[in-house]
């Protein structure tokens, strides 16, 4: 399987150990990841806001680039999946399309609509297949309670997103199962985990992750996995003020979702980035077996 590799602005900077866990993992499954140093940013919704046509012209842009070469574009990260799918969408509109056109036309680049956008998590899931992952498996994560987090623009809106219920997903507790992980199930797995409004409303910001956190907590979950590293942000680098703003400890360990795959394939802690993490993850991996020949 060949895809065009999105990473995002986060893996190839503040969270590069997302994009080192990503790598390792495809490798496993054989998904040969074909990059384009010529991606720019998806908007991350803040364009967006202040410029739609602008926010659909740089995604289009990308999506373009990945046609051009033929190949479909994995992301790893839900806010992308949510942008570089919002200006698919918006691109069926004709005035749109046009001055879009008319944007990428003196730059040699026009959009033709046939590159997909899948997330590294729809990919694992329903491409490679659950079975397979399972057959994969050499350090089960049995005993290990996680609670996934699926953030906002996976799942939502959901009639431009078209996958999972916003309200009932599954998809991430059916990996987290062949991995030999046992699912927690909470309220807040669906919710916003604050990071759009972190640099207005750092207080509200902070509540809304540690709620969410809690709430894990509250169902029994002893880690939290994420698809998204904004909300990775929001849970693992600002767990410490969210700590304060909710007035309780949190002391949870937030892994990216291929992080999780490649310790139950097997990976070393050094070569997923694990270190990187500022919540300390070593309690979780200190009750994993070594894994199997």
Same mark, same amino acid.
């Given at each position: 399987?060949?895809?065009?590799?999105?990473?995002?602005?986060?893996a190839?900077?503040?969270?590069?150990e997302?994009?080192?866990a990503?790598?390792?993992v495809?490798?496993a499954v054989?998904?040969e &990841?074909?990059? #384009?140093?010529?991606?720019?940013c998806?908007?991350?919704? #803040?364009?967006?806001?202040?410029?739609?046509?602008l926010?659909?012209?740089?995604?289009?842009?990308?999506?373009?680039?990945?046609?051009a070469?033929? &190949?479909?574009?994995?992301?790893?990260?839900?806010?992308?999946?949510?942008?570089?799918?919002l200006?698919q969408?918006?691109?069926?509109?004709?005035?749109?399309?046009?001055?879009?056109?008319?944007?990428?036309?003196?730059?040699?680049?026009?959009?033709?609509?046939?590159?997909?956008?899948?997330?590294?998590?729809r990919?694992?899931v329903?491409?490679?297949?659950?079975e397979?992952?399972?057959?994969k498996?050499r350090?089960p994560?049995?005993?290990i309670?996680?609670?996934?987090?699926?953030?906002?623009?996976l799942?939502r809106?959901?009639?431009?997103?078209?996958w999972?219920s916003?309200?009932?997903p599954?998809? #991430?507790?059916?990996?987290?199962?062949?991995l030999?992980?046992?699912?927690?199930?909470?309220?807040?797995?669906?919710?916003?985990?604050g990071f759009?409004?972190?640099f207005?409303k750092?207080?509200?910001a902070?509540?809304?992750?540690?709620?969410?956190?809690?709430?894990?907590?509250?169902?029994?979950?002893?880690?939290?996995?994420?698809?998204c590293?904004?909300?990775?942000?929001?849970?693992?680098?600002?767990?410490?003020?969210?700590?304060?703003?909710?007035?309780?400890?949190?002391?949870?360990?937030?892994f990216? &979702?291929p992080?999780?795959?490649?310790?139950? #394939?097997?990976?070393?802690?050094?070569e997923?980035?694990?270190?990187?993490?500022l919540?300390?993850?070593?309690?979780?991996?200190?009750r994993?077996?070594?894994p199997?020949?």
């Open positions: 399987m060949k895809l065009a590799y999105y990473p995002g602005c986060v190839q900077e503040s969270g590069r997302l994009d080192m990503t790598r390792w495809a490798r054989g998904i &990841l074909v990059e #384009f140093p010529r991606f720019s998806c908007g991350s919704g #803040f364009v967006d806001e202040a410029n739609e046509v926010n659909v012209a740089i995604n289009a842009r990308n999506l373009a680039i990945a046609e070469a033929g &190949l479909d574009l994995l992301t790893i990260c839900s806010t992308c999946q949510g942008m570089l799918t200006a969408l918006r691109l069926k509109d004709p005035a749109v399309r046009a001055k879009v056109d008319g944007a990428l036309g003196p730059l040699g680049i026009r959009y033709q609509g046939t590159a997909k956008v899948t997330h590294l998590l990919v694992l329903e491409q490679v297949g659950l397979a992952i399972r057959a498996v350090r994560l049995a005993g309670k996680v609670g996934a987090f699926y953030g906002c623009h799942l809106p959901s009639d431009e997103m078209r999972e916003p309200e009932e599954h998809a #991430f507790e059916d990996l987290l199962k062949v030999g992980a046992e699912p927690v199930l909470y309220r807040g797995r669906v919710m916003c985990c759009p409004i972190q207005v750092p207080e509200t902070g509540r809304i992750a540690g709620h969410q956190i809690l709430d894990a907590k509250a169902h029994g979950a002893e880690a939290m996995a994420t698809p590293p904004l909300c990775h942000i929001s849970l693992d680098a600002y767990q410490g003020p969210a700590a304060k703003l909710v007035g309780q400890p949190l002391d949870m360990p937030v990216h &979702l992080q999780l795959v490649a310790l139950a #394939f097997g990976a070393g802690p050094e997923i980035g694990l270190s990187r993490h919540v300390p993850t070593e309690p979780i991996v200190a994993l077996p070594p199997s020949r």
